[in-house]
Structure formats: structure tokens, C-alpha cells
């Protein structure tokens, strides 16, 4: 059984005012039933500032929730806030369906329309079920309240991806200006907790995205993203990616393959490190010694060695006679 989180909107009323009311409002038996308005599916629009970015519509708790929805009807409402109360507000184009289905303003329309602070999933259920109106909750909320108050319902729903949750951490505080000991604060979770989760955006692209896609990648989990963090190049993290799918390794083997690694990546940095340093040695010294060598065998010549005076002596040689003369002078000069 997963545990509970507890916390969740704790002390957000000291922040957002009526933040708890907002809350509330996503029980349909703690909602006023006066304060609910009946508004047609058409009027309402996505969050913009909605952290969760993923919705497939063959997502089968979508389907489920749907299929409830068509035989039960919406019984919570959602909760929305008039376009006309936020700056330069949009509105659906013709096709839903299109990525880019923000057009035109409410003046444009001279129809009132409803942005979702919260409840989107429910929306998009209603949508698939054929529902013509739904329920709402009208709020008065400034952008930082809308992410804030959304991010609470998809952490408290566990709606979130673990990008999508980073994203919107990392939203609060770049766009709003937040510490993270305050965005910690206001969804109810440790420090530690926040941190971790923005380190999963240091992951190359292609691991973020198998985090993104569980149904593609069911064996990939939040524990096996966060053994890759800390992995430098990032066609590392992707091989290291495939080696735990292809593998099906648990976490704890995941920890040990990205700790080979890092270790790996520490050792080469270390040597080209170290080259780095006998570089400017080599081209004075090596070179010189590398020139009375040649004048000294008449053959080609190259000398190597590194910082702690390792190294080789590598002589060049065309034909039978060069390697003899070489052998007259190198090892019989020595034996007289």
C-alpha cells in the first residue's frame, strides 16, 4: 500500500487566500452547492501553467474515469477562474484537437470563458463522455496561485510524471522567484524532496523521456533515473538507459552500473588531466631528446612519457641492414 502523503496545501492560506477553499472545492460534499455554476464544456480551457503535460486519451484511468462520468456525471467540479480576470486571456479555436487551439480573445467571441485551475483530467473525461456542461467553482487567482493550486491537486491525485513535478518545481521558483525551502513549504514536502526531484532535469533528453513514458517503458522508474543523475556525458546515461531496460535490472543494480560508470568517467578525466599537465613539457624536452636520438641512430625516433617519467622509446626502421646497424650499435657497442 503506497504511503500517504500528508501535508499536502498546509499552510497555504497564509499565502493564497481562500487557497484551502479552492481545495475544498474538489469534494463535492464540502462544496456549497450555491457556489457552483453549470458551464458549457466549450467555454472552459486548459491551464497554461498545468504541470501536467502528458494526457493520452487511451490512458485507461482516463477511460474509466470517463466511463463513470457518462453514467454518473461529473460530481466534482471543477475549478476555474474567468479569462476576463487574467491578462491577455485566449480561447479554443475551432479543433480542440489541435496542439495550437489557442486563438482568439473573449472580446473576440463576446462569450465568457473559463480557464481550469484545477480539475483538467475530470474535463477531458467529461469531453470523452459526451457531457455538453459541466460543474465549476469560479476563483479570482494570479498566475502563481493557478500553478500553485494545480501542482497541490496533481501531487495530492499523484497525477504527475516525475519530469512534469520537476518542471513545476523548477517553474515556481525561476518564474516566481521562490526558494526552494518555500516550495517545499507550500506542496508539504521536505526540502530534500524538492531537491532531488529538480536534479532528475540534469538527465539527457532521451532518460527524461522513458521517465515521461511509463507505458513504454514500464521497468524504468524514478529510482533508476535518479542512479543516473550525476553521470557526466550524456551518451553514458543513454547507454546506461538501455543496459537497465534491456536487462531489467532492479535499482540497486542500476546504482552499481552507473557507479562503474562515473568511476570510469573520474579515471579518464584523470589521465587526460594529467596529459593535459605533460603536454607543455613534451614539446620542450621531449622533443629535444627525441632530435639527439635521431642524430645519434640516424632512424626515426619517438619518445613519450608522462608526468611521472613513464613512457616509451619507440625506433623506426626500413630495411634488414638499418635494423643490424641498429643492433651493432645498441647492443654489441654494450657487450664490449
Request: no cysteine; net charge negative; hydrophobic share 40%.
Amino acid at each position: 500500500m503506497a504511503k500517504p502523503k500528508f501535508g499536502l496545501g498546509r499552510g497555504l492560506d497564509a499565502l493564497i487566500s481562500g487557497a484551502s477553499e479552492v481545495i475544498a472545492a474538489q469534494q463535492p460534499t464540502r462544496v456549497d452547492e450555491g457556489s457552483i455554476l453549470t458551464v458549457p464544456v466549450e467555454q472552459i480551457i486548459p491551464n497554461p501553467r498545468q504541470p501536467r503535460k502528458v494526457f493520452r486519451e487511451d490512458d485507461p484511468r482516463l477511460l474509466e474515469l470517463s466511463a463513470s462520468i457518462k453514467e454518473y456525471g461529473l460530481l466534482q467540479p471543477l475549478v476555474v477562474t474567468r479569462l476576463d480576470t487574467l491578462p491577455h486571456p485566449r480561447v479554443p479555436a475551432a479543433d480542440p484537437g489541435d496542439e495550437n487551439w489557442f486563438s482568439a480573445s473573449p472580446a473576440d467571441t463576446g462569450v465568457v470563458q473559463y480557464q481550469i485551475i484545477a480539475g483538467e483530467r475530470r474535463w477531458r473525461a467529461a469531453r470523452l463522455a459526451g457531457l455538453n456542461e459541466v460543474p465549476v467553482v469560479v476563483k479570482e487567482v494570479t498566475p502563481l496561485e493557478m500553478l500553485e493550486l494545480a501542482l497541490i491537486e496533481n501531487i495530492q491525485r499523484e497525477d504527475l510524471n516525475p519530469i512534469e513535478e520537476a518542471l513545476a518545481y523548477q517553474a515556481l521558483i525561476s518564474e516566481f522567484g521562490l526558494t526552494q525551502e518555500q516550495v517545499a513549504k507550500q506542496v508539504g514536502r521536505d526540502r530534500s524532496t524538492i531537491t532531488n526531484s529538480l536534479r532528475l532535469l540534469q538527465l539527457a533528453p532521451k532518460v527524461r523521456e522513458a521517465l515521461i513514458n511509463p507505458y513504454e517503458y514500464p521497468n524504468f522508474t524514478e529510482g533508476h533515473a535518479r542512479a543516473l543523475v550525476g553521470i557526466a556525458r550524456e551518451e553514458d546515461q543513454v547507454a546506461a538507459l538501455g543496459k537497465i531496460i534491456a536487462l531489467k535490472l532492479n535499482v540497486r543494480q542500476a546504482e552499481e552500473l552507473a557507479a562503474r560508470i562515473k568511476a570510469a568517467e573520474r579515471a579518464e578525466a584523470a589521465a587526460e588531466e594529467v596529459l593535459a599537465h605533460s603536454t607543455p613539457r613534451r614539446s620542450a624536452e621531449i622533443m629535444d631528446l627525441e632530435a639527439q636520438f635521431r642524430e645519434a641512430l640516424t632512424v626515426k625516433v619517438d619518445l613519450k612519457y608522462n608526468a611521472k617519467g613513464k613512457g616509451t622509446l619507440v625506433l623506426h626502421f626500413n630495411s634488414q641492414e638499418e635494423l643490424e646497424r641498429l643492433y651493432s650499435q645498441l647492443v654489441k657497442r654494450g657487450e664490449a
